[in-house]
């Protein structure tokens, strides 16, 4: 059976960085597209990074760029999501996602069809 698991939250100062990894099993995903989402307590679900198939193509929501890096590794079947100058606002719990498609991969969601892993989380202090 097809899984996404995350990985690499934890507690970090405001300006630290963390690494988040999304290690996919049970099928390869190297050519979907993938994304990460985030839910922040008593907030909705939202879109924070995608990266297409290839690596060519690279989305990300306007609140981390600049900060945050998506990238992945097909030959581990692994995506990562480096988080640097990290900032309180950025705690949530950090959701990875793969779907077929880089034109719905960025508004997905876990009732979609798409494959969700179900979530590390990473707090920010200030």
């Known amino acids: 059976q097809a899984q996404l698991v995350e990985s690499g939250g934890g507690l970090v100062q405001a300006g630290g960085s963390v690494r988040l990894s999304c290690a996919a099993s049970g099928r390869t995903f190297s050519s979907y597209a993938m994304g990460w989402f985030r839910q922040a307590p008593g907030k909705e679900r939202e879109f924070v990074a995608a990266?297409?198939?290839?690596?060519?193509?690279?989305y990300y929501a306007d609140s981390v760029k600049g900060r945050f890096t998506i990238s992945r590794d097909n030959a581990k079947n692994t995506m990562y999501l480096e988080m640097n100058s990290l900032k309180p606002e950025d705690t949530g719990v950090y959701y990875c996602?793969?779907?077929?498609?880089?034109?719905?991969?960025?508004?997905?969601?876990?009732?979609?069809?798409?494959?969700w892993g179900k979530g590390t989380l990473v707090t920010v202090s200030s």
């Open positions: 996602a793969a779907g077929d498609s880089m034109r719905s991969i960025t508004t997905t969601t876990p009732d979609s069809g798409d494959h």
């Open positions: 990266i297409s198939w290839n690596e060519r193509i690279k």
